[in-house]
């Protein structure tokens, strides 16, 4: 993990004995505390430094007020060596674990030196399609009910959280971008959270769209529309996104509430937003998620809104990897998960039959003149198709030595690495931190989409 902190500096021009927290890109605020220094990392995190000498705060600006009015190159060596001191405490703070606002977990940053292949919980995933999912983050600020991740802050089973350096995520994301031969990708921002959290997330959709290049290729993301207001979307329309896959599962006000676990979710505010990025140069993709026996009115009235607002204000967008205009709806089915929530009510249902409600759907539209696709299969909508897969360096049933880099998503897990793979090792009941850096070996236990679990053994 590097140790040291991401330095996108802006131009630095104060006197020797001011650090100006400013130059740096992943402050995004600051607060001095009695003598501890209080940092906003990435919008949504927090670290807290202790700082031992005699300082003021302005502005973002510490200021050794001993050394004001000083001349002496002896004191100007001994400001610079007191600054640097203090800025590889932070970057030590920040390496050794940020607090995420959002869920009050412990975050990792990751950063070079940790690969990106390999968990679901952070990083980049190649399931062999032109479809390359990025992971940013983790963590999401509501708490469904039915969340196959048990994500939110009333998780009972999450306890880290992983945020990826930017420049890190691009980079790894420009290699397999080359690697499947860049033309007609799509980089999916999706995760165990809420995507639109990630910061800077102007930044990223902008460069991964000019890897997979603007008429070639799209940017597209998941979202809870929580975090989503009229000046992103007008941000991230400029920034080249070309889709949001938008979760709405009710439209009556205390359903819809219910089903986010939050208490200041607004359905009117996300319908609002959801329209306004209908007229946005950004494709409104809803995606409404049934939950058999509970939801199954509310589903429907959800189907009927983006019928409605698609008549209303029909879709212009392009989709460059096939040439088409993509669908408004994407309905889904709620499944259950091993450590996902489960609504109690809820009955299990296969795809038949599935499929079977969304086909009598599409006849009661057509019967009112309508024509509706619910059944939408990725490949003929969206243009998804078969690529080249990155190769797994390993198979079930191998035993391998792997180097223990940190703890992991869930009780029992730590994560390690070996051949430029994360590996998830599970069922373990050592301490994490007393064996940190240490080589273990694992049997591998699954390699499905280069998704790396194995357990320890001796
Ligand atoms: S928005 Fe998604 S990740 Fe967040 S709690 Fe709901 S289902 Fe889980």
């Not at 400029?238 to 509430?257: F, Q, W």
């Not at 998804?384 to 035993?399: A, E, I, M, Q």
């Not at 064996?435 to 390699?447: A, H, P, S, Y």
Request: hydrophobic share 35%.
């Amino acid at each position: 993990m590097s140790k040291k902190i991401n330095t996108k500096n802006k131009k630095q021009d104060d006197e020797f004995f001011v650090l100006n927290l400013n130059q740096f890109r992943m402050i995004t605020g600051y607060e001095l505390s009695n003598n501890d220094l209080i940092l906003e990392i990435n919008k949504n995190y927090e670290v807290i430094v202790p700082i031992e000498y005699n300082v003021s705060f302005k502005d973002g600006k510490l200021i050794f007020e001993d050394f004001i009015g000083e001349k002496s190159d002896s004191v100007r060596a001994l400001a610079n060596s007191l600054k640097s001191g203090i800025l590889n405490k932070m970057s030590q703070s920040i390496v050794e674990g940020l607090t995420n606002n959002v869920t009050n977990r412990r975050t990792y940053y990751i950063n070079e030196g940790i690969p990106l292949i390999g968990h679901t919980a952070f990083g980049l995933i190649d399931r062999g399609t032109n479809v390359i999912q990025i992971r940013g983050l983790s963590g999401c600020n509501i708490n469904c009910p039915f969340c196959s991740v048990d994500e939110g802050n009333h998780s009972k089973s999450r306890k880290n959280d992983y945020y990826v350096d930017m420049d890190y995520l691009v980079s790894e994301y420009k290699k397999i971008a080359d690697f499947k031969g860049n033309t007609k990708l799509e980089a999916h921002l999706d995760g165990q959270g809420e995507p639109s959290l990630y910061y800077p997330l102007l930044e990223l959709v902008q460069e991964l769209n000019e890897i997979n290049g603007p008429k070639k290729g799209i940017v597209s993301i998941q979202s809870n529309g929580v975090n989503l207001n009229e000046k992103l979307i007008d941000d991230l329309a400029d920034s080249g996104l070309h889709r949001i896959n938008m979760s709405i599962n009710a439209i009556d006000e205390k359903l819809s509430k219910g089903l986010s676990g939050k208490k200041d979710y607004d359905i009117n505010k996300i319908l609002e937003i959801s329209e306004y990025i209908k007229n946005s140069k950004i494709h409104l993709l809803i995606a409404p998620i049934l939950l058999p026996n509970y939801n199954d009115t509310e589903f429907k009235k959800v189907l009927d809104y983006a019928v409605n607002l698609q008549q209303k204000i029909p879709q212009n967008t392009i989709n460059p990897i096939n040439n088409k205009k993509n669908p408004i709806l994407g309905a889904q089915l709620c499944l259950t998960y091993q450590f996902g929530r489960k609504v109690p009510k809820m009955k299990t249902w296969d795809f038949n039959k599935f499929y079977g409600l969304l086909a009598n759907y599409e006849k009661e539209y057509s019967s009112n003149g309508i024509n509706v696709n619910l059944k939408v299969p990725l490949n003929e909508y969206f243009g998804s198709h078969v690529r080249t897969r990155l190769p797994c360096p390993f198979k079930v049933n191998d035993v391998i030595s792997a180097t223990v880099l940190m703890d992991g998503r869930v009780n029992g897990e730590i994560i390690a690495s070996s051949m430029d793979r994360i590996i998830q090792v599970i069922n373990c009941k050592l301490e994490t931190c007393k064996i940190i850096g240490k080589r273990i070996n694992v049997k591998v236990l699954r390699t499905k989409d280069n998704i790396i679990v194995g357990t320890l053994v001796k």
